[in-house]
């Protein structure tokens, strides 16, 4: 039983309510301000398609439901649904040169390097024959917004962030039974402190641009969907 619980709903200060939609999340006053890098351009070649590709991110903690949702709307709206975790995975079972040092981080419950995780989001979205794409778990820190914001370039569409306390988020996950190496307590309670330290920043700079969409993550499946519609409807 944990001892600490907190939802991540209490570290982040009531937003003003959008005239469009109320779930838009403003103005997170918790955390502290931080220097934005100077971005390099974007590097040169980057996605040879006749129209600039379409891009959302979904964020929320691990067990918070994200794959889930991720699925129905991609199936409701057209979108390619892309998980960084599964990339990362497929990696590791592809023994490329990247694949043990991945499964070490992936393991220790930690982040892996931004350089080859936008490298793999790259070459997949440049070879899909699609151009709207749902990109789930990530950026997951500000190395990872400013690494895709050189790399790719981008601008999302949408930011959503699935937003629930960190007890039930552990509980989805070690009753998950889906055979992943990290879906253990240690691992899950180490991505947990990882997401708050550096998630919750990316979090922040999403809302201030007002890109940012915070979803109630309790509930059934349909329920939580049905807090999602009204952002992909219009």
Known sequence: MLRRVFSLSTL??????????NQVAYGLSFLKAFST??????????????TTPTINFVLGGPGVGKGTQCA?????YGFTHLSVGDLLRKEISSN?????M???????????SSEVTVKLLKSTIDSSKTNRF???????????????????????????FFDCDEEEMLKRVL????????DNVDTTMERLKVFEAYTLPVIRYY???GKLYKINAIGTEDEIFERVKPIFAP
């Not at 971005?39 to 398609?49: C, D, Q, R, T």
């Open 102 to 112: 991945i499964l070490e981080t992936i393991t220790k419950g930690k982040i892996v």
């Open 72 to 76: 129905r709307i991609a199936d409701t």
């Open 134 to 160: 749902l990109i789930d778990g990530f950026p997951r820190s500000e190395e990872n917004r400013v690494t895709y914001e050189r790399i790719i370039g981008i601008e999302p569409e949408v930011v959503l």
């Open 37 to 50: 890098d100077t971005l390099k351009p974007v590097e040169a070649g980057i996605l040879s398609k006749a």
């Open 12 to 21: 982040i200060s009531s937003a003003k309510p959008s005239p469009l939609l």
């Open 207 to 209: 809302s201030e641009k």
């Open 175 to 182: 009753h998950r039974n889906q055979g992943r190496v990290d």
């Open 96 to 100: 490329s040169e990247y694949g043990a």
